[in-house]
């Protein structure tokens, strides 16, 4: 099995070295009751590591299939995708969902924490999976935890948790396999605005200690705390800028 130098010498020689995701003309396609609808109609992307960008457009431009086909969670119909060095686009089920599990950490709108389970159980979650021992998985959650300030609501159950409080646990969860990326979803849209500032702020302290984070949304404001935008329309990547991010 290659290691991730050997994999990332195999992209194509116009590629930036310290790429982590690498679209070329990635296009989605649906078919609808016999007619068939372009999703995403040729997508050039790259995005290097340690990038916070912003994936913006209005709805039906692309951007949550664009997402689910960064997050190995549905295939191209065409084009080719890489991922940290895998060339995801031509790889199967079975394999695609492992490069999901080792390469991406989920961020959701809706937390999708199991309301029974412990924040430091939910956090588990990955690891156990990932058939880790229970005493490094304790330890790794615990970390991931204390990462996002809830060392002391380890023991706490969803419901004894405030709205932020369970997006960090969220947060925590989607970290503690140490991912090649961060992809979160609408990750305030359940959240007051002071709430949702609060998360942001963690955002980007992530970033500062080097995450790379692809964060989908349709707020402006949520936007601005990334380095980067680009905004979709019709299928199609409309503009791709640098930001200075929040001062």
């Known amino acids: 099995m290659l290691n991730t130098k050997e994999r990332m010498a195999m992209l194509p020689s116009d590629v930036p070295r310290d790429a982590v995701i690498v679209t070329r003309n990635l296009q989605r396609e649906y078919d609808m009751g016999g007619e068939i609808v372009r999703a995403l109609g040729g997508v050039d992307l790259t995005i290097r590591k340690n990038e916070f960008v912003a994936v913006m457009g209005p709805s039906g431009s692309g951007k949550s299939t664009l997402m689910n086909l960064i997050g190995c969670l549905d295939s191209p119909t065409a084009g080719e995708y890489w991922l940290n060095g895998h060339r995801v686009s031509e790889l199967g089920d079975d394999e695609l969902a492992r490069i999901r599990n080792k390469e991406i950490g989920f ?62 646990v969220a947060i925590a969860r989607a970290l503690v396999n140490q991912p090649s990326i961060l992809l979160a979803d609408e990750p305030t849209g359940n959240l007051d605005s002071a709430t949702g500032e609060e998360i942001m702020a963690l955002f980007e302290a992530l970033h500062v200690n080097g995450q790379t984070i692809v964060l989908v949304t349709h707020e402006h404001d949520i936007a601005e705390h990334a380095r980067r935008q ?18």
């Not at 199991?114 to 490094?136: D, F, I, K």
């Not at 990462?147 to 948790?161: A, I, Q, S, W, Y």
């Not at 990547?237 to 929040?246: A, I, L, M, P, Y």
């Open 230 to 247: 680009v905004h979709l329309k019709d299928g199609k990547v409309e503009r791709d800028f640098e930001t200075t991010g929040r001062p």
């Open 107 to 168: 961020v959701f709108q809706t937390f999708n924490l199991l309301p029974r389970a412990t924040s430091l159980h939910n956090v588990e979650l990955p690891l156990v999976y990932a058939g880790m021992g229970a005493r490094e998985r304790r330890e790794q959650a615990s970390d991931a935890l204390a990462r996002v300030g809830l060392k002391d609501r380890m023991n706490h159950r969803p419901n004894e948790l405030s709205g932020g409080q369970r997006q960090r």
